[in-house]
């Protein structure tokens, strides 16, 4: 999920309904929390509104994502992808709770 749609609930309820890794991009300033928030997001259970067999809309449980992760993609002053960079994005990840696949 690109850096300019990071924070778009629709796009975090798609991932949490995927059954494959998908990753989320650092935002272009190269700040790490919108990333956090969505990898979080997505790992957790979602609801989200979908359509059936026959185009009727229904709600959707998605059971959450635990391959979600996030992407280091650099920033507008540089690269992001040094050990204390991966080190802060592991600390963050944590404090807000996030365990992703076990």
Same mark, same amino acid.
């Given at each position: $999920?690109?850096?300019?749609?990071?924070? !778009? +609930?629709?796009?975090? @309820?798609?991932?949490?309904?995927?059954?494959? +890794?998908?990753?989320?991009?650092? !935002? *272009?300033s190269g700040?790490?929390?919108?990333?956090?928030? /969505?990898?979080? /997001?997505?790992? !957790?259970? @979602?609801?989200?509104?979908?359509?059936?067999? *026959?185009?009727?809309? @229904?709600?959707?449980?998605? #059971?959450?994502? +635990?391959?979600?992760h996030i $992407?280091?993609?650099?920033?507008?002053?540089? #690269?992001n992808y040094?050990? /204390?960079?991966? %080190?802060?994005?592991?600390?963050?990840? %944590?404090?807000?709770?996030?365990?992703? !696949?076990?």
């Open positions: $999920i690109g850096a300019r749609t990071v924070e !778009s +609930p629709v796009h975090r @309820q798609l991932a949490a309904a995927m059954k494959m +890794p998908m990753g989320f991009k650092n !935002s *272009r700040d790490l929390q919108s990333a956090v928030n /969505a990898a979080v /997001a997505a790992s !957790s259970p @979602q609801k989200r509104l979908s359509t059936d067999a *026959r185009g009727r809309v @229904q709600l959707e449980q998605a #059971p959450g994502n +635990p391959d979600v $992407i280091l993609r650099g920033s507008e002053s540089g #690269p040094g050990e /204390a960079f991966v %080190a802060e994005s592991k600390e963050r990840l %944590a404090k807000a709770g996030f365990r992703g !696949s076990q």
